[in-house]
């Protein structure tokens, strides 16, 4: 068990307290839900939780067998494409915008006040 002892500035210097401090991680906050990587992955298994997603996407399976093709492959597939790419498009806007708001409060100057 590693405690943390914060002293008040009482003439410490910086490096006395540079080793203790490395131990322990800065506060950072991350309200984000993807990463480069993660982003296709991640939002498709969310877009596909939703039962009006699958049920389009089962037509558009269903519709690769000739025997129960009613339109071409192409059509069938225009309205998943359509409401899987806006709702890609409105998830990385909005996970655009949570970064950067994490990122003007992570880089933001604060004042501590000792009595």
């Not at 480069?36 to 996407?57: I, M, V």
């Not at 025997?67 to 492959?73: G, L, N, S, Y």
């Not at 409401?83 to 933001?108: C, G, H, P, W």
Request: glycine fraction near 2%.
């Amino acid at each position: 068990n590693k405690w943390r002892v914060v002293f008040p500035d009482n003439g410490r210097q910086w490096e006395d307290c540079k080793p203790v401090s490395t131990f322990y991680c800065r506060d950072w906050i991350q309200t984000t839900k993807y990463t480069w990587f993660t982003f296709l992955p991640k939002n498709l298994l969310g877009q596909f939780h939703r039962l009006g997603n699958l049920y389009f996407f089962f037509l558009v399976v269903l519709n690769w067998f000739p025997q129960v093709e009613v339109f071409h492959r192409e059509i069938t597939m225009l309205p998943l494409v359509v409401v899987l790419l806006a709702s890609m498009i409105k998830d990385a806007i909005e996970d655009y915008r949570k970064y950067q708001y994490d990122k003007t409060i992570n880089f933001t100057k604060t004042r501590v006040y000792d009595k």
